[in-house]
């Protein structure tokens, strides 16, 4: 068998792992199953990987983006794949401070690194869940999705030009309103929640409040 039929050999059931995106259940390798997948086929200085790129977005600036160049000699070849990722960024209680901005680079880096080596066959069997995942994303939006939508992009305009103290009245309006649930993201957020947020940042905009109690 050579190594590249190797590396693309299905995982062990028990390595794999499930979560849910956009509504859709998928299933994943963790990063660590990978690189042990590439050390038992190619060795551990038969591959590399060096970091291009890794930034905080500036559109979406909740996510950070990595580029690895993953090289590798694979059946007596060298060769290089470029593999892209992403990490959404998780907030303390309040959605002000991260909780581990670090942790969320090295995440963004691992998820890039594994799509390099699915380049190579690592995991490749796995794609078609992220392929369904892509095809749904792409499917016509409904009036809710628009208006939902529509509803987040005002919501975002006050959030992003509100002052810290600001942002915590807002915070503190959604934990309570919220009853526990988690801080609302478009994908989450429904007509009803969005309307609720609206109403008070119009408060907090306003000064209906004051929120440097």
């Not at 062990?12 to 199953?33: A, C, F, H, N, Q």
């Not at 590399?48 to 090289?71: N, P």
Request: aromatic share 8%; glycine share 10%.
């Amino acid at each position: 068998m050579s190594q590249l039929e190797r590396l693309s050999e299905p995982f062990p059931k028990e390595v794999e792992r499930t979560l849910r995106k956009g509504g859709t259940l998928l299933t994943y390798i963790p990063v660590s199953e990978v690189i042990t997948r590439l050390n038992n086929v190619l060795g551990v200085d038969g591959w590399s990987y060096a970091v291009k790129d890794c930034h905080r977005d500036a559109v979406a600036s909740d996510w950070i983006i990595a580029h690895v160049t993953f090289t590798a000699t694979v059946d007596k070849q060298t060769v290089h794949r470029d593999g892209f990722g992403g990490q959404e960024v998780k907030y303390m209680k309040g959605g002000e401070k991260p909780v581990d901005l670090g942790n969320e680079f090295k995440g963004a880096v691992s998820d890039a690194l594994k799509k390099a080596a699915q380049a190579m066959g690592v995991g490749l069997y796995l794609a078609r869940s992220e392929e369904a995942l892509l095809h749904e994303q792409q499917e016509p939006q409904t009036d809710a999705d628009i208006e939902v939508a529509t509803l987040w992009g005002n919501f975002k305009g006050f959030t992003n030009k509100f002052s810290p103290e600001q942002k915590a009245a807002l915070g503190e309006f959604w934990n309570e309103y919220g009853g526990g649930r988690e801080k609302p993201s478009v994908a989450s957020a429904t007509v009803e929640d969005l309307t609720a947020l609206l109403e008070k940042c119009v408060q907090i905009d306003l000064g209906a409040e004051d929120v440097t109690e």
